[in-house]
């Protein structure tokens, strides 16, 4: 993916490169493909290993809640909304390309019931943020 592509702007970022997203009553999280490509360098099977939490778990903001791995690193997971896990898509942890085809739709990770309504406002970007502290970590 280029710089010149806009990440979806329906979701707010993490500086972690996680994303939340509101969905009905609950926000699902996920990591970008920045995060996909750092982990994978572009090759799907570079992934080899997602631990997901248990669902009932509660999160505070940036509380780690899983890992992923890859051929070169181990990433912590950290959720950028505080709240319940209400729901795992445990079918990334068997099938680890879901992260590369579609990390903005099938590969989402967890649900959660926000702790905070307010939960899209605290400390997140939005998609033209997010670029700009891409494009400022490069330096």
Known sequence: MTS??????????????????????????????????????????????????????????????GEIESVKAVSDLNSPVAGEVIEVNHKIEEHLEILSRDPWNEGWMIRVKAASKTWASEKLMNAAEYEKYLESQKH
């Open 4 to 65: 010149k592509t806009m990440r979806p702007d329906d979701r707010k970022y993490s500086e972690s490169h996680e994303w939340a997203k509101q969905d009905g009553d609950a926000v699902l999280i996920g990591i970008t493909d920045f995060a996909v490509a750092a982990l994978s360098n572009g090759n799907d099977s570079d992934l080899v290993y997602c631990d997901l939490p248990e669902t009932g778990r509660d999160l505070a903001q940036g509380e780690t809640f």
